[in-house]
């Protein structure tokens, strides 16, 4: 166990928390450790006893995504209860929350797309694969309930639907995303776009895969 491991979990928090905000808003590259350590309250020793550099604490924010990750939406909402659209729904849902709630976090982790930051999405791309294995195993125990179309491959309509929950979630955090958004959904600018009229958009494109019915579309104006 390191020093930082030692500290009581509320403190490790603010730390991961103040460096999170600092590299959502400024990148990694443009971060610095004096800013991070005064959002946090602490000196710029104390920090360096925790960790070795600035991409060692980066790597313990990544570390904090994933938990975030897993907890609220790989372990939680990828188990059929009663239907995958349902699964899919609250899954959705939960995006929206965790946008709301760890906002700084989704960022860092939306940013590991960008071209500079191969040294750490490369790193980090075995554990982020976890998604599409929770979403693969929900549409294969779909397809053994009858729920998808015969003939639809789950491989495939588990890719869609693990880049359909990226996009929304991409979508709760970039302009650039929340505009291609409105592009899909046809919505002019002007026009309200909430994350339920994005659910219901997904929700509807991905019935079409489906066998269950019964459910009603989701109206999206």
Known sequence: MNTFQKLPREKQLKILDAAAEAFASKGYYGSGIKDICERANISNGA?????????????????????????????????????????????????????GKFPAYLTVYANLGSPNMEMFSERFSERFKESGKYIYEMVREAKKRGEVIEGIDERALGFLIDNQFILFLYSMLSDYHEKRFRSFMVIEDEVELTSEKKIAFIMDSIRVFLNNKKEESYPVT
């Open 47 to 99: 920090l360096y006893k925790y960790f070795l550099n600035k991409e060692e604490l980066f790597i313990a924010v990544l570390d904090r995504c994933q938990q975030i990750m897993v907890e609220y939406l790989y372990e939680k909402h990828t188990k059929i209860e009663s239907s995958i659209l349902n699964a899919i729904e609250e899954y959705l849902k939960e995006i929206a929350e965790i946008c």
